[in-house]
């Protein structure tokens, strides 16, 4: 909770005019208290890594074209698909031509999306492409078009659980490592998975 503190108490309201902040050229989205090291972290919860304190679905308080690469982990799953689009245009406002905007999210069928009530969007191997300009997808929502997708690729994690998971989970495993968009032919109730993927603003 941003409480009574706003985003001036712990910045002047622009990373990149900050004393402190000035020449930092990774925007984090949603550090928490795990931030990127010499990342500049906005997040809308007021703990003490936080430097920039806002909500990624509103204002970005940074000027525009003002840092080379932007990094999300495990926060746009708490971003619902209405409001994607928004930040999706934001971070490409923000990033300088070239910049990149890498993005890590749970995988919908994966235990570690499905545990957490707080997440309000689901993440599968094709949905990336819907906020990439160029893809036969992307003019079905309100997307930027200024992105490509660069990269994509899909992490699991072997259970450390019951013993009769892990046969099942080695092989959907192999098989992600092999073919990941065959990995959404099966549920994944036995693994954590993730989906990492790069976007290059174009320019
Ligand atoms: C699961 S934590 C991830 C923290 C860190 N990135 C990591 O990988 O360990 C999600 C973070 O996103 C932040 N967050 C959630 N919704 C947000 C929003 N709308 N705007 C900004 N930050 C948000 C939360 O406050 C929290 O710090």
Do not use: C
């Not at 002047?12 to 090291?37: K, M, N, S, Y």
């Not at 999300?72 to 245009?89: I, K, Q, T, Y």
């Not at 036969?136 to 013993?163: H, K, N, P, Q």
Request: cysteine-free.
């Amino acid at each position: 909770m941003t409480g009574e503190r706003t985003v001036a108490d712990r910045t002047d309201g622009r990373a990149t005019t900050d004393r402190r902040l000035a020449g930092r050229r990774i925007l984090e989205l949603g550090g928490g208290r795990d931030p990127v090291p010499g990342a500049v972290n906005m997040d809308i919860a007021d703990v003490p890594e936080v430097d920039i304190i806002a909500d990624v679905t509103g204002e970005w308080p940074v000027e525009p074209a003002s840092f080379d690469r932007i990094e999300a982990h495990h926060v746009l799953e708490h971003v619902s698909h209405d409001d994607l689009p928004g930040v999706f245009r934001r971070a490409s406002e923000t990033l300088r031509p070239g910049g990149r905007f890498h993005v890590e999210v749970p995988l919908a069928h994966s235990r570690s999306a499905k545990n957490d009530p707080t997440h309000r969007s689901e993440w599968y191997w094709r949905t990336p492409s819907y906020y990439a300009g160029g893809d036969e997808l992307a003019y079905e929502v309100d997307a930027d078009l200024e992105f490509a997708l660069e990269r994509r690729e899909i992490r699991l994690f072997l259970t450390s659980g019951e013993w009769f998971a892990r046969p099942p989970s080695w092989l959907l495993k192999q098989l992600s490592l092999r073919n990941p968009s065959l990995i959404e032919l099966v549920k994944l109730p036995y693994v954590t998975g993730f989906m990492e993927f790069t976007m290059r603003k174009r320019g």
